[in-house]
């Protein structure tokens, strides 16, 4: 899986993962990172999502990363904003008042060029990503963002019975990926309703990750 799978997808409007309200697990569940007004939230493979409206609405600043610029193109286009647009290494910025989109590699984000943000909202990364390129993405992740705290949405099915994306991530390969550098903690799992793009049962897990303390020792 390519850049050109994705951006066929952009281009024949081959895009079912586009939500048309922010999502519900975002909504109900993005307090449990405690943040306050102002916080700067990472949102990685963004494309245009809704999600991103919904935080700045709720006063928050908001960084996405996305491999189409398309994509980005019309998300500037539907928040009615025109974009600053200009070239840092190997990515294209789009900015405007508390929105920056880097457009390209995720991997070609480092944590210079991505700077300080307060937490992590992985909704469709994670799941987006074939297992072999999950293990690359989530050591980036953990590195370019200082272990910045995470909502994480992931689901869990048999995934002989469909190909993805979105791919199933298990419980087991969760820890594998964070377990070193988070605590992670199951917020809620709901059956997805209909089934998982109607062809098979599913579990949505909205997790929470956050770093592990650190321990001084007895003194």
């Known amino acids: 899986m390519d850049s050109s799978f994705w951006l066929q997808r952009w281009e024949s409007n081959s895009i079912g993962f586009h939500k048309s309200e922010a999502n519900s697990a975002l909504v109900k569940y993005f307090g449990e990172l405690s943040l306050l007004k102002d916080s700067r939230v990472f949102v990685p493979l963004c494309g245009k999502t809704l999600d991103i409206a919904w935080l700045l609405s709720e006063g928050y600043r908001v960084t996405g990363a996305e491999l189409v610029e398309m994509a980005i193109e019309q998300l500037f286009d539907e928040l009615g904003v025109e974009p600053k647009i200009s070239r840092i290494g190997e990515v294209r910025l789009y900015s405007a008042q508390n929105i920056n989109i880097f457009v390209g590699n995720i991997l070609d984000v480092s944590n210079k060029i991505l700077g300080s943000v307060d937490a992590i909202y992985d909704r469709a990364a994670l ?93």
């Open 127 to 219: 799941v987006a990503l074939p297992k072999a390129m999950r293990y690359r993405y989530t050591a980036h992740l953990t590195e370019i963002t200082g272990k910045a705290p995470q909502l994480l949405v992931t689901y869990e099915y048999d995934q002989n019975l469909m190909e993805g994306p979105p791919f199933s991530v298990s419980k087991e390969e969760l820890n594998q990926h964070y377990s070193d550098s988070y605590n992670l903690s199951l917020v809620v799992s709901t059956d997805v309703v209909g089934g998982l793009k109607g062809k098979c049962a599913a579990k949505e897990n909205v997790w929470l990750l956050k770093k592990h303390a650190i321990n001084l020792g007895a003194w």
